[in-house]
Structures are given as structure tokens and as C-alpha cells.
T-cell receptor, first 116, second 115 residues
């Protein structure tokens, strides 16, 4: 598609439950990024993919967070045993690739995750 | 690690006036890219303008322009003829020219446009 599509728009979970977020990148884009924006507006990089391969996972909390980008499926970000501090807006972004100089990242509208 | 600093948590401007938002960054790299993103209350992230570090000429996009000072590691955004629709959070972002493609964001500046 022409836009990065994130679902759901809003997800509510009780503390300790699992949360799964989805992202369909723009068709033809080979890079996918996940960012977490907490209530103070600060963005934190979580993980990136080059096609279905993890490209950079330096921002991922390893214990409870996992992510995948499988062929012919939306990418996903899963949080096990959610905590109150996981409440945030999670943005997915995609870009064409490194061979295209200065290609910007195009962002989805985000998924607001509320942990109660 | 690279850092991006936006020293103005909030700014305000009168409609039709000009406002400048500040951004400084810290890096030891010579090849990188800089971006300004706009986030209105709808929370969409909209790319406003981008600058390649190897270009000396400042980028412009209609009413938006940047003042890129590479030696000073400064990348300010100027909005001319401000409009009510410019009201939003503005984020400055850095991307390395090699290695990770991730964006490193500043904490944002909330811009209010007064009629």
C-alpha cells in the first residue's frame, strides 16, 4: 500500500497480559522500524528489520519484547507480561533502503497501548 | 552514541510571523542526515524537511527552511508566515550515514500559533 498501516489504533491490556501490535510497511520498502513514544513525547528506538532479517535490535528490552517481519505477513511487535511502564504509543516506520540515499522513514499512525 | 538536543520545550508565534526552532546534536561522524518531523495532535509523524550533512546549501521546503551549521552541530528550523495549521510538536532527528538506519530524536518543541 501507499501508507504504513498499523493495527490496532488503540489496545488496552491488563498488567501481565500479552500485547501484540501489527505493521504493514509501504509496498516495496525493505526497512521496517519500531519506535516507542512515551507520555513525555520522547522517542525510543526499539528494533529494525531489513526485509525479514533483524537489522538492529539494540533498543529492544530482551526479556519481554519480541518482533518479527515474515514474508507476506504484517510485521509484529509482541510484549509479554506487560507492565504499566509499557504504556506508550508504538510507531512503525518503513523506508526504501540504504541504496537510496537519504530516503526518509515514513511513519504509521501509531498504536496507543494502555496498560491498566 | 549520538544525541539530539532541543532546548525549547515550548514556543509560540503570532500568525503570519516567523519562528525559529533550535536543535543541536552531538556526533563524531562526518556522514549523516538530519530531519525535522511535525507531530500534530492527531499524532501522525509528518516529515517537514531533511538535510544531508555533506551539502553546504541549506534545505528549503516552501515556508520551511533550515540553518545548518555543521561545525557548530546546529540544525535550526525556520517557519515563515506561520499558519494555524503549523501548531504541533516538532522533532529534530539524526540518522547516521552508515551502519544503523535508526533515527535519534530530540525531545521535541511544542509550537503554538496564536491568531
Amino acid at each position: 500500500g501507499e501508507e504504513v498501516a498499523q493495527t490496532p489504533k488503540h489496545l488496552v491490556r491488563g498488567e501481565g497480559q500479552k500485547a501484540k501490535l501489527y505493521c504493514a510497511p509501504i509496498k516495496g520498502h525493505s526497512y521496517v522500524f519500531w519506535y516507542q513514544q512515551v507520555l513525555k513525547n520522547e522517542f525510543k528506538f526499539l528494533i529494525s528489520f531489513q526485509n525479514e532479517n533483524v537489522f538492529d535490535e539494540t533498543g529492544m528490552p530482551k526479556e519481554r519484547f519480541s518482533a518479527k517481519c515474515l514474508p507476506n505477513s504484517p510485521c509484529s511487535l509482541e510484549i509479554q507480561a506487560t507492565k504499566l511502564e509499557d504504556s506508550a504509543v508504538y510507531f512503525c516506520a518503513s523506508s526504501l533502503g540504504r541504496d537510496s540515499l537519504n530516503q526518509p522513514q515514513h511513519f504509521g499512525d501509531g498504536t496507543r497501548l494502555s496498560i491498566l | 552514541a549520538q544525541t539530539v538536543t532541543q532546548s525549547q520545550p515550548e514556543m509560540s508565534v503570532q500568525e503570519a510571523e516567523t519562528v525559529t526552532l533550535s536543535c543541536t546534536y552531538d556526533t563524531s561522524e562526518s556522514d549523516y542526515y538530519l530531519f525535522w518531523y511535525k507531530q500534530p495532535p492527531s499524532r501522525q509523524m509528518i516529515l517537514v524537511i531533511r538535510q544531508e550533512a555533506y551539502k553546504q546549501q541549506n534545505a528549503t521546503e516552501n515556508r520551511f527552511s533550515v540553518n545548518f551549521q555543521k561545525a557548530a552541530k546546529s540544525f535550526s528550523l525556520k517557519i515563515s508566515d506561520s499558519q494555524l495549521g503549523d501548531a504541533a510538536m516538532y522533532f529534530c532527528a539524526y540518522r547516521s550515514g552508515g551502519g544503523s538506519e535508526k533515527l535519534v530524536f530530540g525531545k521535541g518543541t511544542k509550537l503554538t500559533v496564536n491568531p
